[in-house]
């Protein structure tokens, strides 16, 4: 879950705004294999160069459950404004 105590968020939140700020810059293009880089990257930071199956299940967990949790919370509501504008299909 993304929902960690505020005191981490404030830890992390200047260095990720930088991040996006750099991301972003690099055009449109580009986006979604450096966003694609970015993560892959921070993964690999994480499980670290020792490599064992519950850090890399761990890592890939988390990444599946942000996966969900940003479908749910962006695309499910997105989803349901287009269905009221364009009707379903159903």
Known sequence: MPYIIKSQRTILDGDIDNLIKVVNSLGE???????????????LGVIGKELKYGKINDV?????????????????????GKIETNGDVF
């Open 60 to 80: 890939v967990g988390a990444m599946e459950c942000c996966k969900l949790e940003l479908y749910r919370r962006l695309a499910g509501p997105y989803e349901d």
């Open 29 to 43: 293009d580009a986006r979604k294999g450096i966003f694609n880089y970015v993560v892959t990257k921070l993964a």
